[in-house]
């Protein structure tokens, strides 16, 4: 708070000496959280309004549509420090509203805003107040807003991990129309329902500013992000979403500089922390990747079915996926194209005890020593995880196991390609942070066009063609 407050100061004296001119005496309480209390028990120690007697609060107005206050990031880092004052002290950051009822309650007679400070606020009541702030303070103050906001930014992840264990999507689905809050309230499995409406409607209201539900009238509805929420919904990414969100993956994060500055990179900050790989057998870590995978692939493969995109695979007799998982693509094509026998080739544990049928089978292995021949060679999610050296390693084996060009031969990736979507700015930012997530998990990368390349040639390819029709990823084709 020191640090915060010498910031303030200096655009207060530089900015807003008015405020402070004229007093004799002032006292700074304090701090903490606005309550009616505290605010007579500062009005009982001030002469009354005529003798220049004042209060002053610097602290943030929540502004509860964004045109009024003209900029997004400063709603939303007021947003997240919202919730933590929730979560720190049980306070909260109020609106315009909110602090006028205080006021008044507090038997105070007028106030007035002088919004100097970016994210938050002097107010005070009685003279007229030059409320510019030049330049260079305009700068600093936002410069501060970005750095609040990329350090709250948590609160986001955090807030739509508590909506999903509330169950949050499927109360609002199973309603059927758009849902006050007092019956969101009502149908939670919360034990305080009457102290916990207004946590709840602060939980929703950063859930609505990033975009997971709707507001309409006095009701919640859902919109297209949290219906992938949805336990029902086929396509649903829940489990995806847990295994990014447990603590066990996010835990490492804390340790990167340490890891950074230690220098052992043969094991990554994840196995530092935890003792194990993501790929390691009878794991909590496992089962939610596995299960977080497979969810993934039900979505790209409806995409790739479903969109005419099925072509990728006419004309094969065969297909191993290899590092498929537990066999959701594999079973999605050999469901679609009968007349390809796939097979899914993994560590032995991960498919352990699942059945094939006439054209899938699954056969256990490692993919560095050797990989089962088909027509073409299916690798989703896979070589992400590896070192630029292992996916050659990789890729080699692949090339033994397919024929040449000419007789059909090819390996199909679904992958990153960084400089794919850079206009596209959610989408470059979430390929960043996967990046991230590549180093910390395991030893892989994600890859720009160029370094693809590179790596298709020095496994001795001959060509690529990328298929952008993935969102974030692409489809590649690799030929021999
Ligand atoms: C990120 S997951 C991708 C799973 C699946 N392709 C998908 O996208 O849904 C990587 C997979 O590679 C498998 N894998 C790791 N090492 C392997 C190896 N040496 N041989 C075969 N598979 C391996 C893991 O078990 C895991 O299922």
């Known amino acids: 708070m020191t640090c915060d407050t010498r910031l303030i100061m200096s655009v207060l004296i530089q900015n807003g000496k008015e405020i402070l001119e004229g007093l004799k005496l002032l006292v700074d309480v304090g701090g903490g959280t606005g309550t009616v209390s505290k605010a007579i028990k500062c009005k009982e120690a001030i002469p009354n309004k005529e003798n220049g007697g004042k209060l002053i609060i610097i602290d943030m107005i929540i502004f509860d549509n964004k045109e009024k206050s003209g900029d997004d990031k400063s709603c939303e880092t007021q947003l997240f420090y919202d919730m933590l004052m929730m979560v720190l002290l049980g306070g909260k950051e109020k609106n315009e509203q909110e602090w006028a009822?205080?006021?008044?309650?507090?038997?105070?007679?007028?106030?007035?805003?002088?919004?100097?400070?970016?994210?938050?606020?002097?107010?005070?009541?009685?003279?007229?107040?030059?409320?510019?702030?030049?330049?260079?303070?305009k700068q600093v103050l936002a410069a501060k807003t970005h750095i609040w906001n990329y350090t709250f930014n948590y609160v986001s992840s955090m807030s739509l991990k508590c909506a999903i264990q509330l169950g949050i999507p499927d109360i609002i689905h199973s309603h059927g129309r758009p849902m006050a809050l007092s019956d969101l309230v009502n149908a939670l499995p919360i034990d305080n329902k009457t102290k916990g409406q207004d946590y709840i409607y602060r939980l929703m209201r950063i859930l609505i500013h990033d975009g997971f539900f709707l507001q309409e009238g006095d009701g919640y509805l859902l919109t297209p992000n949290s219906r992938l929420l949805l336990k029902d919904e086929p396509l649903n990414i829940l489990p995806f979403v847990q295994f990014g969100l447990d603590s066990i993956v996010i835990d490492p994060f804390h340790y990167l500089s340490q890891w950074l500055q230690n220098g052992e990179y043969s094991s990554t900050?994840?196995?530092?922390?935890?003792?194990?790989?993501?790929?390691?057998?009878?794991?909590?870590i496992n089962r939610l990747l596995n299960e977080g995978?497979?969810?993934?692939?039900?979505?790209?493969?409806?995409?790739?079915?479903?969109?005419?995109?099925?072509?990728?695979?006419?004309?094969?007799?065969?297909?191993?996926?290899?590092?498929?998982?537990?066999?959701?693509?594999?079973?999605?094509?050999?469901?679609?194209?009968?007349?390809?026998?796939?097979?899914?080739?993994?560590?032995?544990?991960?498919?352990?005890g699942l059945e094939g049928?006439?054209?899938?089978?699954?056969?256990?292995?490692?993919?560095?020593?050797?990989?089962?021949?088909?027509?073409?060679?299916?690798?989703?999610?896979?070589?992400?995880?590896?070192?630029?050296?292992?996916?050659?390693?990789?890729?080699?084996?692949?090339?033994?196991?397919?024929?040449?060009?000419?007789?059909?031969?090819?390996?199909?990736?679904?992958?990153?390609?960084?400089?794919?979507?850079?206009?596209?700015?959610?989408?470059?930012?979430?390929?960043?942070?996967?990046?991230?997530?590549?180093?910390?998990?395991?030893?892989?990368?994600?890859?720009?066009?160029?370094?693809?390349?590179?790596?298709?040639?020095?496994?001795?390819?001959?060509?690529?063609?990328?298929?952008?029709?993935?969102?974030?990823?692409?489809?590649?084709?690799?030929?021999?």
């Not at 594999?330 to 679609?336: E, L, N, S």
């Not at 990153?416 to 998990?441: A, F, G, H, R």
Request: proline share 3%.
């Open 293 to 352: 995978m497979a969810c993934d692939a039900r979505l790209v493969m409806s995409v790739l079915i479903q969109n005419g995109k099925g072509q990728l695979f006419e004309g094969l007799k065969s297909l191993v996926d290899v590092g498929g998982g537990t066999g959701t693509i594999a079973k999605a094509i050999a469901d679609a194209f009968p007349q390809i026998n796939c097979t899914v080739f993994e560590l032995p544990h991960v498919i352990e």
């Open 101 to 137: 009822k205080l006021f008044l309650d507090a038997g105070y007679s007028d106030y007035k805003i002088i919004p100097i400070l970016g994210l938050r606020c002097v107010i005070e009541y009685l003279k007229n107040m030059t409320t510019l702030c030049n330049n260079d303070i």
């Open 269 to 284: 900050p994840f196995e530092t922390t935890n003792g194990n790989t993501i790929f390691e057998k009878e794991t909590k």
């Open 357 to 480: 049928s006439k054209n899938l089978s699954f056969v256990g292995g490692d993919m560095f020593s050797s990989i089962p021949c088909a027509n073409a060679i299916l690798l989703k999610s896979v070589l992400h995880d590896w070192s630029d050296e292992d996916c050659i390693k990789i890729l080699k084996k692949c090339k033994e196991a397919i024929p040449s060009k000419e007789n059909g031969g090819k390996v199909i990736l679904i992958e990153i390609v960084m400089d794919q979507n850079k206009d596209d700015d959610k989408s470059y930012e979430t390929q960043l942070l996967i990046d991230m997530l590549m180093m910390i998990l395991l030893s892989g990368k994600e890859r720009s066009q160029q370094e693809w390349a590179k790596l298709f040639y020095d496994a001795g390819y001959s060509d690529y063609k990328i298929i952008p029709i993935l969102g974030l990823r692409c489809v590649i084709e690799v030929y021999p």
